[in-house]
T-cell receptor
């Protein structure tokens, strides 16, 4: 059964800093890996999706990488801003039923 | 606007009183799913559906029912709610095209069972 782990559980950084969020998964037979953002009391917003055949995806200040062989993905946020404060979740899609397995998330706080 | 709509946003009920949480998507997605989110346990899948009349259990299906009679709707039914079903619920939908499997989420339903 797929298990997804995110480290750290919480992170606090000053504005302008570059940062990396980590995600690891136990079953490398994934279709893709998706990063989400969740604001308090709100739903999840998809940030980036990396296909299993890809190594990375970029959107603005965000860059996500995928290393299937080691079971790891990272989300890199450049020049962080207070508006980036949120919980970031990664999720792996795997299995014949395309089951989505979420990590517990990293709660990010960017201090002005 | 492409969206997943859940209703209600907040719901307080009592043990044993049947309730339904509705979910509707306007993107013609084949795939729809329900999750619950609990502190320390993250998001866990309750049920999912790959198409009309096709539903299957996720990781935590006990105490829940779903139906998929139309492509756009995927209601979650709690026949006899219990306090351990107090949680934040999310509906999601997505295309089954392998190269475009982004999931779109509703805004959530905060359920309290007294």
């Amino acid at each position: 059964k797929q298990e997804v782990t995110q480290i750290p559980a919480a992170l606090s950084v000053p504005e302008g800093e570059n940062l990396v969020l980590n995600c690891s998964f136990t079953d490398s037979a994934i279709y893709n890996l998706q990063w989400f953002r969740q604001d308090p009391g709100k739903g999840l917003t998809s940030l980036l999706l990396i296909q299993s055949s890809q190594r990375e995806q970029t959107s603005g200040r965000l860059n996500a990488s995928l290393d299937k062989s080691s079971g790891r993905s990272t989300l890199y946020i450049a020049a962080s801003q207070p508006g980036d404060s949120a919980t970031y979740l990664c999720a792996a899609i795997s299995g014949s039923a395309r089951q989505l397995t979420f990590g517990s998330g990293t709660q990010l706080t960017v201090l002005p | 606007e492409a969206q997943v709509t859940q209703n209600p946003r907040y719901l307080i009920t009592v043990t044993g009183k049947k309730l339904t949480v509705t979910c509707s998507q306007n993107m013609n997605h084949e795939y729809m799913s329900w999750y619950r989110q609990d502190p320390g346990l993250g998001l866990r899948q309750i049920y999912y559906s790959m198409n009309v009349e096709v539903t299957d259990k996720g990781d935590v299906p006990e105490g829940y029912k779903v139906s998929r009679k139309e492509k756009r709707n995927f209601p979650l039914i709690l026949e006899s709610p219990s306090p351990n079903q107090t949680s934040l619920y999310f509906c999601a939908s997505g295309s089954l095209d392998r190269f475009n499997e982004k999931l779109f989420f509703g805004s959530g339903t905060q359920l309290s069972v007294l």
